[in-house]
């Protein structure tokens, strides 16, 4: 059964203090990581699709990374505008496969 | 409109009630999820319609009733549900439902049972 645990549950950032967010998967065989923003109050909106070991993906203060367990996003100088709670998801390669989602982890930038 | 747009975005009603999810998306897309968001708790997914046909049924109750008439348009039709069906019920398009994970999602439309 597929599996994406994400940590820290919450995180507490203070304007332009730099931190990483973890997402830990267990997949079979992987044919795509995916990170999604999700507001307070909308949908989920995708930011970046991985891959394979090794890819990197950027987007303004963000980074993700992915290595064969898990895959990190990298908050650079966050804003208070990034607060919001990130989720991650897995899609297996084989046949068939939907998304396995993370409970997401909350972010809290202060001004 | 642009997007997926789901309407009501808020409804209460009470166990005995029927009421209806609508979502609608004007991206073209080929392939329509709901998903439930509980508190605490991964999303979800409950059901998934590609071209118009049910591809996955992901062991949801039968007090939840899927319709998709075309691409463009799905439902979901709510009976005798119970106080824990209270959650954020979302729509998500695809372009293809079998290859991407690239999924566009609407606001949600925000449940509460009685």
Redesign the interface.
């Known amino acids: 059964e597929d599996q994406v645990t994400q940590s820290p549950e919450a995180l507490r950032l203070q304007e332009g203090e730099s931190s990483s967010l973890n997402c830990s998967y267990t997949v079979s065989g992987l044919r795509g990581l995916f990170w999604y923003r999700q507001d307070p109050g909308k949908g989920p909106e995708f930011l970046f699709t991985l891959y394979s070991a090794g890819e990197e993906k950027e987007k303004e203060r963000l980074k993700a990374t992915l290595t064969k367990k898990e895959s990190f996003l990298h908050i650079t100088a966050p804003k208070p505008e990034d607060s919001a709670t990130y989720l991650c998801a897995v899609q297996a390669s084989e046949g068939y496969s939907t998304l396995t989602f993370g409970k997401g982890t909350m972010l809290l930038v202060s001004p | 409109e642009t997007g ?1 747009t789901q309407t009501p975005r808020h409804l209460v009603m009470g166990m005995t009630n029927k009421k209806s999810l609508k979502c609608e998306q004007h991206l073209g897309h080929n392939a329509m999820y709901w998903y439930k968001q509980s508190a ?4 979800e ?1 409950m059901f ?1 319609y590609n071209f118009k046909e049910q ?2 049924n992901n062991s949801v109750p039968s007090r939840f009733s899927p319709e998709c008439p075309n691409s463009s348009h799905l439902f979901l039709h709510l009976h005798t549900l119970q106080p824990e069906d209270s959650a954020l019920y ?1 729509c ?1 398009s695809s372009q293809d439902g ?1 290859i ?9 439309s925000r449940l509460t049972v009685l």
């Open positions: 997926v605490k708790k991964p999303l997914l998934v591809t996955e979302l998500a079998q991407t994970g690239e999924l566009f999602f609407g606001e949600g």
